[in-house]
């Protein structure tokens, strides 16, 4: 009985401590990393810091809970749980921070450059970074906690290949879209010819094209059809007759 009383007050202790350690270490970090980012005019710099400073109260707050459980040296599913539970939260608040301070840093890259396409280009890979950083955190998570990563693998690879079929001409239309941001072919605004139609480009989409002729009706072209066939750009023209 004296030593369960312990365990408690051990327990109880450890998470007190890493406690009043987490809500130190947030004022701190808050306060001498504003220190450092009022001295810049970048307004990401702000948006990172916010980002860190809100996220180690919770971050802390799941560690104190784990080195608290370790003291009371509970064996089986009920600690294997424990870990699970714990570690997926971990995952998630880690994998949170980084995916907005990843895509927040691509945005203001995008905001320095002088070029509009490839703003656009780089404002248009945020999903897919963000998919990406989501993917590698599930994957390191499934590893840290045991699962056996063949069986996963070969599912991965599996579905990769059927989503592969399915999502090819999507991600063609993707690239043909890149294509034309980077390639400028025609740009919104601009009257062009091709396979038959005089139109005016009005948006150019990551799958389509929207173009209006000269009647008034509004096409819908694929950036493929537009990208493989030929294009005569009539704003382009140095001096019409």
């Known amino acids: ?19 009043i350690a987490t809500i130190s270490l947030a004022r701190l970090s808050k306060k001498y990393l504003r220190k450092i980012v009022t001295k810049t005019t970048s307004e990401t710099d702000d948006y990172i810091v916010k980002i860190i400073t809100e996220n180690i109260r919770p971050l802390g707050l799941v560690i104190s809970c784990s080195i608290a459980w370790q003291a009371l040296e509970i064996k089986g ?114 009257f062009i010819h091709i396979n038959g139609i005089w139109a005016k480009v009005e948006r150019v989409g990551v799958r389509s094209t929207r173009l209006r002729s000269i009647n008034g009706e509004i096409i819908v072209m694929s950036n493929s059809n537009l990208t493989n066939g030929v294009i005569s750009n009539y704003a382009e023209m140095e001096k019409r007759r």
């Open 1 to 19: 009985m004296r030593e369960i009383y312990l365990k408690a007050i051990l327990t109880s202790g450890l998470f007190v401590i890493c406690l």
């Open 77 to 190: 599913y009920l600690n294997t749980a424990f870990n699970i539970l714990a570690k997926l939260i971990i995952l998630i608040l880690v994998v949170r921070v980084l995916n907005r301070v990843c895509i927040r840093l691509v945005k203001s890259w995008s905001q320095k450059l002088d070029d509009p396409a490839v703003r656009t280009m780089l404002r248009s890979l945020s999903p897919m970074i963000g998919a990406s950083i989501w993917t590698i955190g599930i994957v390191f998570y499934l590893q840290n906690v045991g699962v056996q990563m063949a069986a996963i693998w070969a599912i991965l690879s599996a579905g990769g290949i059927g989503a592969g079929l399915a999502l090819k001409e999507p991600v063609q239309e993707f690239f043909e879209y890149i294509t034309i941001l980077l390639d400028k072919p025609f740009q919104d605004g601009q």
